[in-house]
Every structure is written in structure tokens, then in C-alpha cells.
């Protein structure tokens, strides 16, 4: 189920995680939120240029796919992270500073079928 690695048949996709209670509990402006995401999505595309699948991905840039979940709170964004690490699953968690705050994480460019199993709890971030 690793998302590292040769580069698989099927739509690449990346997925970003945001804490939605940043927007919808703690007010935090959704622009901000969403310079999160972009952060976070950089970051993972930056340090796996390398790897084929993130290669593949940005060959075509006006068809890239993305899709962003909500977590929760910070707690549930964790134990993502932590999840997708066991699982071998290339990510980025970003921790905004110098507030030192998870706010989001975004997964390097990875067949769909590989991580889906792993983000099914989470829903598209409202």
C-alpha cells in the first residue's frame, strides 16, 4: 500500500488535509487556511521532485488533480500523519511558525487507489 517509490497505472492525485476547526471554530480567516494548504502542497511536491509518480504528476500541468479533506482538529490531523507514516505514505505535515501550530498536511502525488483506503474517514473540506 506504499505511496513511495515507481510510479503506478491509475489517476495520480494529492491530497491535502486542513483542519476545518481553524476556520469554524478557532476563526481563523479562510484565506489564511488556505495559504496553509498551499504551503503544505508545495512542500510535499518539493520534497518528492524526485520521485517518478511526482514527476508523472507535473508533466501535465493543466490537468493536475487535487483533493482536499477536512480533519477535525489537531488531534485527528496527527494521528493522520502518524497513520500515514506506519503506512509508508509520503507526506508533509505543516506546522506553521513561529506559532509552532499542525494546520494541514498534504501527501506527495500518489495513485488514488493506494492512499484512498487511508483518507476514508475524512470529507470534502467545507
Not at 64 to 92: C, I
Not at 105 to 112: G, I, N, R, T, Y
Request: net charge negative; charged share 20%; glycine share 4%.
Amino acid at each position: 500500500m506504499a505511496a513511495t517509490g515507481a510510479a503506478a497505472p491509475g489517476r495520480l492525485v494529492q491530497y491535502v488535509v486542513v483542519r476545518a476547526d481553524l476556520v469554524h471554530e478557532l476563526s481563523w480567516p479562510l484565506g489564511a487556511v488556505i495559504t496553509q494548504a498551499c504551503h503544505a502542497a508545495t512542500a510535499a511536491v518539493h520534497l518528492h521532485y524526485s520521485d517518478p509518480d511526482t514527476q508523472r504528476y507535473l508533466e501535465d500541468l493543466d490537468n493536475m488533480h487535487k483533493v482536499v479533506l477536512g480533519a477535525p482538529d489537531e488531534a485527528s490531523l496527527s494521528s493522520l500523519s502518524e497513520s500515514l507514516t506506519q503506512a509508508g505514505v509520503a507526506h508533509k505535515l505543516w506546522i506553521e511558525q513561529p506559532e509552532n501550530v499542525p494546520t494541514c498536511l498534504a501527501l506527495k502525488p500518489c495513485p488514488k487507489e493506494a492512499v484512498q483506503p487511508l483518507l476514508r474517514k475524512f470529507k470534502l473540506f467545507k
